[in-house]
């Protein structure tokens, strides 16, 4: 077993050789897809992140928005409630004044009605008063005739209402 150095320099040689084809060929390629690859996994990672922030944000605007949205639609609802609550005020009080505007009318009219009745009274008991003095002129009464013409001048009052 001896030691040959012309053997083991080429062997040498051969292995430099073979180390600078692998390195240019193999070992520069594949190093360079892996920094690729490395940079293209942080520039995933980086729009992942700018995505997530993205998202996050878009969901901070939604959910203030959302209360925003509640928050009117609270007020609108409010405001409902208050004009409700002012058009029924405003109705009860134009009811009531139609009402108090009914009554009066109602009160004129039988006060009108009432001027008429007494009227028209007064008007058969000035004719009656005139039946009745006429007939007693035309005859002299006694108590009973004076009884009998007094009941039947208030049979023909109660006849005539």
Same mark, same amino acid.
């Given at each position: 077993?001896?030691?040959?150095?012309?053997?083991?320099?080429?062997?040498?040689?051969?292995?430099?050789?073979? @180390?600078? @084809?692998?390195?240019?060929?193999?070992?520069?390629? /594949?190093?360079?897809?892996?920094?690729?690859?490395?940079?293209?996994?942080?520039?995933?990672?980086?729009?992942?992140?700018?995505?997530?922030?993205?998202?996050?944000?878009?969901?901070?605007?939604?959910?203030?928005?959302?209360?925003?949205?509640?928050?009117?639609?609270?007020?609108?609802?409010?405001?409902?409630?208050?004009? =409700?609550?002012?058009?029924?005020?405003?109705?009860?009080?134009?009811?009531?004044?139609?009402?108090?505007?009914?009554?009066?009318?109602?009160?004129?009219?039988?006060?009108?009605?009432?001027?008429?009745?007494?009227? =028209? @009274?007064?008007?058969?008991?000035?004719?009656?008063?005139?039946?009745?003095?006429?007939?007693?002129?035309?005859? %002299?009464?006694?108590?009973? %005739?004076?009884?009998? /013409?007094?009941?039947?001048? @208030? %049979?023909?009052?109660?006849?005539?209402?």
């Amino acid at each position: 077993m001896g030691f040959n150095a012309g053997s083991m320099i080429i062997q040498l040689i051969m292995f430099i050789i073979l @180390l600078a @084809l692998i390195t240019k060929f193999a070992w520069r390629p /594949l190093m360079n897809v892996m920094q690729e690859r490395e940079e293209h996994v942080a520039n995933e990672i980086d729009t992942a992140e700018k995505n997530r922030q993205e998202a996050e944000r878009l969901m901070q605007e939604a959910q203030d928005e959302l209360q925003g949205t509640r928050q009117n639609a609270q007020k609108i609802i409010e405001d409902a409630k208050e004009t =409700a609550k002012s058009e029924q005020n405003t109705m009860i009080a134009e009811a009531k004044e139609e009402a108090q505007r009914i009554k009066d009318n109602a009160r004129q009219e039988i006060e009108q009605e009432k001027e008429r009745a007494v009227q =028209a @009274l007064q008007e058969q008991v000035g004719t009656l008063s005139v039946q009745i003095a006429s007939k007693v002129i035309e005859k %002299e009464l006694t108590v009973d %005739e004076q009884e009998k /013409l007094i009941n039947e001048y @208030l %049979e023909e009052v109660g006849k005539s209402k």
